[in-house]
Each structure stands twice: as structure tokens, then as C-alpha cells.
């Protein structure tokens, strides 16, 4: 891969990939959808809701330990939106040693709604959202009309995508005598969500901006000493490898609109990406990129959980400021939930591309022709706290000239880990992404200007990981990049090593 196609590629993630690891935006056919078991989980968790008191005497003890409780404690959770269920991602061994024990305390004596409280907040910190919802249920039976308590069911409720039925709690909430005022804040804060999700329009994406700093960012060779039909030349000192600092802007911003046709829409997306390099200008680079087509809910056809997209393609880069290349082509998009735990992201791509000669890019028309891409993810959740996934990738590319024609596989994979902020507040979780994976790409002739009887075989990889750390509570994250990249080439000029590190500032809307 080229530097400026890995360059591009960088700008362009997959649908549904954590670059800061990031929610898909609504209406895509790889946003997560409610699986039937979850549906089944919330039905139950609201027929947990009739267990009885025993007795008048124990219930208004139980009901002036709650009142003190709720005063004391504020109901003991953050006050920012999602506060209670975004813990779910902890799971350590000690908080859930707390949660057993809390429900053994609960069972032990039901009307003591102090440890039934602490249960459903620690079972909502592990994750275990079904465990919070019958507690907190269970807690409206003994106080009917507790605002707090109705705010934090809407909140797990929402948070398993039971929307209507969050609803309905955060409108028994308000509709409650003296309301907090902050509780009503957050309350109106998720109804106005729910409103905005409800609408057929949709507007998200994220604008991301940053620093990168490479050890070979033009991915030339380290030495100046190369083979050209097996005679030695030495390559001028501005052919070799070079290290280089870069600042970059990019952008993905989601258009949907629901048909109310079964929950199909229509989608479309544009991408946008812009890097100045301090030395090496020849690199600095201007992209964009806008898809638009329609997203079918393939329930109609008996398959739950399950969202097809075709779109349109339309794109053009610019590279040192001039018109480098521009395509047009038609793609196809699968997203599915296949288990609980489990769910498929592929995406098919054809393209036609052209590419325009310039002083610094004299050959670059030689690489004019028709592109296939196809990728593959399959993601699995093992634990609230860790997900995993594996792709491959298929990519032929044809040219004007065979020694540019090429076709290319890989697989890689990756393990994301989810824990608290060791600074607390409303933010949400960090995360740690690690990925490693290979291609290995061959070209269908020989370079007669490299080696007339040998074709360029190349084999790729990688190992990148990312920090990534929310900041505040309005979809603002700070990730930290390190990444180190090795290509294997039989022709000398394509062999390379570099290393990066980024910062970079992202910010959801």
C-alpha cells in the first residue's frame, strides 16, 4: 500500500469502527440493532415487578430508609446522562464479589431497600442490566413515584434500546410531584435524544484533528543502496526514507432518512480528509468522498437483525496541490447480529478510477483502471469489558500497465478493552485498542525498469495500538496512536519500516 492510500485509508474506517472507537451513526446497516434475546431480557425484566411487601409496619420502615437514602445520597450515582449504565463496562472481581453479596443481603430481607438499591447501581456497573431493572422495578413496588428511581429504569431501559419503554419512565419521572431539578435536566435531556432518534432526518458523524509524527512517512527505503536488473545504484538522498511531523483535519458526517417502510432509509455519507506535512510537501493531501443509497431492513425477508445498504460513489484527491485522482463506482453493505454476542460487517466495492500526471507525479495514469475491494469483520463481545473482531480483505486493482496491476489479501485482528476513567466524572470509559494484521500483495508483471523477470511481491504488517480517553460528557475523546508497520518487498524501492505516533481530538455530534 502506498502512503497516500494508507493515508486515505486512515481517513476512511470501516463502518462501525472504534476510532475512539465511536458509535456507529443511526440508521446504518451496521448500527447495533435490539436482538430478540434482549427484547426477551427486558420483557422479563419487567415482569419481575410484583413481588409483594411484607407487611404495613416493615414497608414504612422500608420506605423512610429509602427517603433518607435518596436524600443522603443523591440516589448515589453521577449526574451526567447514562451515568448509571455506562459503568457496565468495569467487571472486575471485586465489584462483582459485591454484587453477590448484596443480593444475598436482598434476599435475606427483601424490604431493606438500601442494599436492593446498592445492588441494582453495582449490577448496572458490571453490566448486568437485567439484575438492575428488576431491583429498581421491584423498588417502585414498595415506593410507587419515585422520580430518581423512574429516571435510572429509563436510562438501563434505553440503554438496551427499549426506547418507548424508557420513555414511559422519564415521562412518569417529570409528571411526578417536586422533582428534582436536576433529575428533570437529565430527564429532558434523554427525551430530546429520543425525539431527535425518533425523527425521519438524522444528522451525526465526528470531526477528528490531530498530530502524527512517522520515522518514514514517504515509505522509501531506509539505505540509498538498491538493485535495478541486477545492477547496484545509489539512490539520491531524497528517494531514502524520511521522518516527518503532520497535521491532519478529517471528517464523517452521516445523513439518514427513515422511509417509514419497514425501517428502511435512505444514507448518505461524507468523508473528508487534509494533511500538511512540515518537509515533505510533495505529500500534503486534500480528500474527499460522499456514498448515498438506500438501506434495506432485510426482516421483510425473514432475516432478523439484519440491514442491507446499496450506495453510490463518488470521490477525487488532491496531492500536492493538484488534481491527483478522482473515481466513481457502487458498493454494497451487509450488517448483521447472527448471536447475542455476535455480528457480521461486510462490504463490497467496485470502483473506476483516474489519475492525472503531474510534474512530481509523471507516471501517476498509469495506475488508470477498474478497483474491487471486499471486506469482512466478525465482532464478539466476550465480556462487558472486552470485544474482539477478525477481518479479511480481498483487493484487486487493475491498471494501464500490468506492472500496476495487483491483487491483495490480508487478515487482522483485534482486542478492545473497555475500563472506568481513573479520573472518575461523566465521561465514560477508556478504552485500549490493540490490532496486528498482514496482507500480502502481488503485481501481475514484471517493472522492465525494476526487473524485467521478476513481478513485485509485497508482504505487509502491523501492529497499532490506541488509547482512547472521553473527555467531559459531550462526545469529546483524546486518543493516543503508536503504530509500527513493516513492508517486504522483492523490488528494493518498495521495502520500508516506519514507525508513528499520533494524538489526536475527536469530537461526535
Known amino acids: ?78 449526574t451526567g446522562p447514562g451515568a448509571l449504565a455506562q459503568g457496565a463496562v468495569l467487571g472486575s472481581a471485586e465489584m462483582k464479589a459485591r454484587q453477590a453479596a448484596l443480593l444475598q443481603a436482598s434476599l435475606a430481607d ?136 503532520n497535521g491532519f483535519l478529517s471528517g464523517n458526517v452521516n445523513f439518514s432518512y427513515d422511509l417509514g417502510l419497514q425501517g428502511d432509509s435512505l444514507e448518505a455519507d461524507l468523508v473528508f480528509y487534509g494533511a500538511r506535512y512540515g518537509r515533505l510537501d510533495r505529500l500534503n493531501t486534500e480528500m474527499a468522498e460522499l456514498t448515498a443509497g438506500p438501506t434495506l431492513n432485510l426482516a421483510r425477508f425473514g432475516i432478523d437483525d439484519a440491514r442491507l445498504g446499496l450506495y453510490g460513489i463518488v470521490n477525487g484527491i488532491r496531492l500536492d496541490g493538484a488534481n491527483y485522482s478522482a473515481g466513481v463506482g457502487a458498493g454494497l453493505r451487509l ?88 479520573f472518575g466524572g461523566e465521561a465514560g470509559p477508556w478504552s485500549i485498542d490493540l490490532e496486528a494484521g498482514y496482507t500480502r500483495r502481488g503485481f501481475s508483471r514484471p517493472d522492465p525498469l525494476v526487473n524485467r523477470s521478476r513481478s513485485q511481491r509485497d508482504n505487509e504488517a502491523w501492529l497499532r495500538s490506541v488509547l482512547t480517553m472521553p473527555v467531559g460528557g459531550r462526545g469529546t475523546a483524546v486518543a493516543l496512536t503508536g503504530e509500527l508497520r513493516r513492508q517486504q518487498s522483492t523490488y528494493d524501492l518498495n521495502d520500508y519500516t516506519n514507525a508513528l505516533g499520533m494524538v489526536t481530538l475527536m469530537q461526535r455530534f
Open 335 to 422: 450488517g448483521m447480529r447472527v448471536r447475542e454476542k455476535d455480528e457480521i460487517n461486510a462490504r463490497l466495492e467496485v470502483r473506476r478510477r483516474w489519475f492525472n500526471d503531474t510534474a512530481r507525479y509523471p507516471t501517476a495514469s498509469d495506475r488508470a483502471g477498474y478497483a474491487v475491494r471486499a471486506v469482512a469483520t466478525y465482532h464478539h463481545r466476550f465480556t462487558a469489558a472486552f470485544t474482539g473482531r477478525l477481518s479479511v480483505m480481498a483487493d484487486y486493482e487493475d491498471a494501464r500497465v500490468g506492472w500496476k496491476t495487483s491483487l491483495e489479501g490480508g487478515v487482522s485482528a483485534g482486542l478492545t478493552y473497555r475500563f472506568a476513567s481513573p
Open 110 to 245: 427483601p424490604a431493606n431497600l438500601d442494599a436492593a438499591f446498592e445492588y441494582a447501581m453495582v449490577s448496572a456497573q458490571v453490566g448486568d442490566y437485567e439484575a438492575a431493572i428488576s431491583t429498581l422495578e421491584r423498588m417502585l413496588v414498595f415506593a410507587p413515584g419515585l422520580p430518581r428511581v423512574q429516571l435510572e429504569l429509563g436510562v438501563l431501559y434505553l440503554r438496551l434500546g427499549a426506547e418507548d419503554v424508557a420513555a414511559t419512565y422519564f415521562e412518569s419521572a417529570l409528571a411526578a410531584p417536586n422533582v428534582p431539578p436536576q433529575v428533570a435536566e437529565r430527564v429532558e435531556t434523554y427525551l430530546a435524544a429520543i425525539a431527535r432518534k425518533e425523527a425521519p432526518a438524522k444528522v451525526s458523524g465526528m470531526l477528528t484533528t490531530g498530530v502524527r509524527v512517522q520515522s518514514n512517512a514517504n515509505a522509501s527505503p531506509e539505505g540509498r543502496r538498491i538493485q535495478l536488473n541486477g545492477t547496484t545504484f545509489l539512490l539520491d538522498d531524497t528517494a531514502t526514507g524520511k521522518s516527518d511531523v
Open 1 to 78: 500500500m502506498g502512503v497516500i492510500e494508507y493515508a486515505v485509508s486512515e481517513a476512511r474506517p470501516e463502518r462501525g469502527q472504534d476510532t475512539g472507537e465511536g458509535a456507529r451513526p443511526a440508521g446504518h446497516p451496521e448500527a447495533r440493532p435490539v436482538s430478540r434475546l434482549e427484547g426477551a431480557q427486558v420483557r422479563r425484566a419487567r415482569g419481575h415487578a410484583g413481588v409483594q411487601a411484607r407487611g404495613r409496619g416493615r414497608r414504612r420502615a422500608a420506605l423512610a430508609a429509602l427517603g433518607l437514602l435518596l436524600a443522603a445520597a443523591g440516589l448515589a450515582t453521577p
